[in-house]
């Protein structure tokens, strides 16, 4: 049993990207476990853009407060237990917070979940593919209701969320398109993933060529930037197109999120709706079992970047705003 345990406490509110010293390592002494509760090592870290928005202010979760562990998705192996429910080995997966250690009891506010050892499999598909991020692309595709033949655009398509978003897409029969921040990760959207075409946005003329990789108009926005590129995929949508808003990265680290233009909604009569995950928990198991069918058959890819250290999370949580990932980031504690 460890005597302590390192963790990373927010000690100031981010402007912009983090700073050093926003989130401090720190060292506490692991308290004794009580009955009901369970001791889990901490090994692989989710480093999602929506940790930004809790360290800012109090949204669909309360912020996380001065002085607290910064909240995190992770993967973790219970060591020792006292929990009827849990033994030594058990792997969990829930908002193990960023630190080496974490007590797991069965209260819900950290969505702990027992997850299997599926063999060949490594265990952070549970952060990926299988877990948040897969699910939100699968929901978020479910309220697109794409139709084959339809044309579909999906931001931040290179990364965890937009890559499998774009996949259903394809398997749903549409045209897919990405808007992705490098050559290399349209490259990979195109020849690993099937993707129909993919625009690189840092090029001056990605407008045209967005326009020439949409000539049918757009059926469905899978939006996850916001600001000026949601507001040029609007530009291009068709009549009565669907717009789901599953994130609006552009605008994390700003103090305004950049608005898409309401006129260009009305006038081209768009439903737009907003989701987030926590709501569809009660189907989580529905949806990891369709996309591990997919991973399986090999009709769904994934790609995971891994950054190594816990010391190295706060780095991690910059590169989702400078674009440094491709497909899930993770920490590997
Ligand atoms: N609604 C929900 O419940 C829910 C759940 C999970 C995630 N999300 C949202 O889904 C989106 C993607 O999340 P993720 O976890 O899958 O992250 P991710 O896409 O793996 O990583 C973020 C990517 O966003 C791109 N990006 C960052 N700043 C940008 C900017 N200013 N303009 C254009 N692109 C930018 C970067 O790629 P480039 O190199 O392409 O710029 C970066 O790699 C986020 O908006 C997130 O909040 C929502």
């Not at 990207?17 to 901490?42: K, N």
């Not at 394809?170 to 075409?197: P, S």
């Not at 898409?260 to 009569?269: D, N, Q, Y």
Request: glycine share 10%; net charge neutral.
């Amino acid at each position: 049993m460890p005597a302590t345990n390192r963790q990373l406490i927010l000690h100031s509110r981010p402007k912009g990207l983090l700073a050093p010293g926003d989130l401090q390592l720190t060292e506490t002494p692991l308290p004794e476990l009580q009955d009901g509760q369970a001791l889990a090592r901490v090994k692989y870290l989710s480093i999602d853009p929506t940790m930004r928005v809790w360290m800012a202010a109090d949204t669909y979760l309360p912020a996380v407060a001065i002085g607290e562990v910064m909240r995190a998705g992770g993967f973790a192996e219970i060591v020792e237990s006292r929990h009827p429910d849990y033994k030594k080995g058990d792997r969990v997966t829930g908002l193990t917070g960023l630190q080496d250690y974490v007590i797991v009891d069965s209260s819900a506010k950290h969505f702990f979940q027992k997850v299997p050892k599926i063999p060949f499999v490594s265990d952070t598909v549970f952060l990926g593919v299988l877990g948040m991020n897969g699910v939100t692309a699968f929901f978020g595709m479910e309220i697109a209701q794409p139709k084959k033949g339809e044309t579909l655009v999906v931001s931040a398509a290179a990364g965890a969320t937009g890559s499998i978003a774009g996949q259903i897409g394809k398997i749903r029969g549409c045209r897919v398109v990405g808007i992705a921040g490098t050559d290399e990760k349209c490259n990979w959207l195109t020849k690993d993933l099937r993707f129909d075409a993919a625009i690189n946005y840092k090029h001056p003329d990605w407008k045209e060529k967005l326009a020439a990789a949409t000539p049918n108009g757009i059926d469905i926005d899978f939006e996850n930037v916001g600001g000026e590129i949601m507001q040029e995929v609007l530009n291009r949508m068709n009549l009565h197109g669907r717009v789901v808003v599953c994130g609006l990265i552009s605008g994390y680290t700003k103090e305004n999120v950049g608005m898409a233009s309401l006129g260009t909604i009305l006038v081209k009569r768009l439903r737009v709706e907003g989701f987030i995950i926590l709501d569809y928990a009660p189907r989580f198991m529905e949806a990891a079992t369709q996309l591990g069918q997919w991973k399986m058959f090999g009709k769904i890819k994934d790609r995971e970047t891994i950054v190594e250290g816990l010391e190295k999370a706060p780095d991690a949580i910059n590169m989702l705003f400078t674009g440094g990932n491709i497909g899930k980031l993770i920490v590997k504690v």
